[in-house]
């Protein structure tokens, strides 16, 4: 597939390392939330060999955060997500569907609780602001809502535990997955969380003084050469295997979800009011009639970049193919896919065209590993 250059203006924010990883060998880029987001450093199959076996440094700016702030800050925030908040802790991170009143999904973000009246909404690639502030002004909330300048550094792989110790100290690796704290670097403290757009284990800075974060930025990868440090970015054969669902690629706003394997954040037994929750409750009632999936296929190599259908062995449609890559474990092409009723079920057969030719597949259950 030929590729194109993204040319640059002020509605696709360069982010403030940019200038690092492009003379570090950043070979292609994305956008996301209006940013550019790091897509590739050379082999797409060598960055996932080294991620899984050492460290990387990830430029992530581009998951900005929505600041919700004042007295009604938790009732706004409980609003927009199915999962029920009310006993949430300050210093936790939660993973918070966000759907809209048709219990369509509007973000899949990472919500912090930094105080009872104050929030950070770590979102996918989609206007949440706008959402939050429609709402806010709907429901006469008390609330400030704004995007602050919180530009986040991932380390990520099984020895960003040691590398981020020999930098601030044991406490740190004592921290709980989707726990967050304070430590101070260059004079500045860093909210720090344990966690990543990975399963390989990590942390994600929220680096809100760019200076002290750039100087952060360099200085992991100074000490972290004895751990083989590189940058790197969000690998696609990592979290497909890893089953780590991807906004606006695996699920979008026609989407549910129950559709979308999220039972466990929806809670409709609680007495939380949040948007959809009556339109979910209709959803469970009568039942999915469609839902994501793993899909391993006969194929040596795919490129996705718009949904593929799958067919049974009559040509008959039974869903589509939303994200696939070649998985170097699985000798095979791996995917997720959105599956009708009755055909989501493990070990469903199907065929799938892909550069007009056909490729027999299998359904299978996620993660894949």
Known sequence: MKNYFIARSRRLRSTPYT??????????????????????????????????ENVQIWDVAGERQVEI???????????????????????????????????????????????????WISIADSDVILFAKGLAIGNKFDVKIFEPNVNILAVQGPKSYKLMEKLF??????MKFFGFDYFEYSKSKHLIARSGWSKQGGYEIYVENEKSGLALYDKLFEIGKEFNVKPGCPNLIERIESALLSYG?????????????????????????????????????????????????????????????LVDHKNLKIGELRSGVYSPYFKKVIGIAMLDKPYFKVSQTFKISINDTVFEGKVCDLPFI
């Open 19 to 52: 200038s690092r990883i492009e003379k570090q060998g950043v070979t292609s880029y994305t956008s996301y939330n209006h940013m550019l987001l790091p897509a590739a450093f050379g082999s797409l199959e060598d960055s996932y060999h080294h991620l899984k």
């Open 169 to 174: 100290g044991r406490k740190i690796t004592d």
């Open 69 to 119: 702030l004042g007295k009604d800050a938790a009732k706004l925030v409980q609003l927009m997500t199915c999962r029920d908040l009310s006993k949430s802790k300050i210093g936790r991170c939660y993973y918070c569907p966000i759907i809209d009143d048709k219990a369509g999904l509007i973000n899949d973000p990472v919500i912090l609780k930094l105080d009872e009246n104050r929030w």
């Open 249 to 309: 690629n695996d699920m979008d706003n026609e989407d549910n979800p129950l559709e979308c394997g999220l039972e466990k954040y929806v809670n409709l037994d609680s007495d939380v009011n949040f948007l959809g929750k009556e339109r979910l409750k209709e959803v469970k009632k009568k039942g999915i009639t469609r839902k994501l999936m793993g899909v391993m296929i006969e194929a040596k190599e795919i490129n996705v970049s718009k949904s593929i259908s």
